[in-house]
């Protein structure tokens, strides 16, 4: 059974810098390993996903240009490098994969419904 589990949220200034880690075991297959982030009162929302097939990085527009989703495959780990922080980034933020091996386009990598495994979570707070 695979396990995520995040780290490296805490607090910090706006213009700030965080780097999330992900550490994953128990995975054979992963097809897509993303980043999600729940605001109070808001839909958990997807930020950043690395496709394992091709390396490609998708970025949602909200982050795009401040937030990079790397990977080391040799540790079993994703990252999140978080620039330019804004206090409208805080929220809990999520490592999700999706292990299924069945056809999913682009165009859905930001939907949750399309994970199979989630983290507890990691609080990123960003003040004014």
């Known amino acids: 059974q695979g396990q995520l589990v995040e780290s490296g949220g805490g607090s910090v200034q706006a213009g700030g810098s965080l780097r999330l880690s992900c550490a994953a075991s128990?995975?054979?297959?992963?097809?897509?390993m993303g980043w999600f982030r729940q605001a109070p009162g808001k839909e958990r929302e997807g930020v950043a996903v690395?496709?394992?097939?091709?390396?490609?990085?998708y970025y949602s527009d909200s982050v795009k240009g401040r937030f990079a989703i790397s990977r080391d495959t040799a540790e079993n780990t994703v990252y999140l490098q978080m620039s330019s922080l804004r206090p409208e980034d805080t929220a809990m933020y999520y490592c999700?994969?999706?292990?299924?091996?069945?056809?999913?386009?682009?165009?859905?990598?930001?939907?949750?419904?399309?994970?199979?495994?989630w983290g507890q979570g990691t609080q990123v707070t960003v003040s004014s």
């Open positions: 128990g995975f054979t297959y992963v097809r897509l």
């Open positions: 690395i496709s394992t097939r091709t390396g490609i990085t």
């Open positions: 999700a994969f999706r292990t299924r091996n069945t056809l999913v386009t682009a165009a859905f990598y930001f939907q949750r419904h399309e994970y199979d495994y």
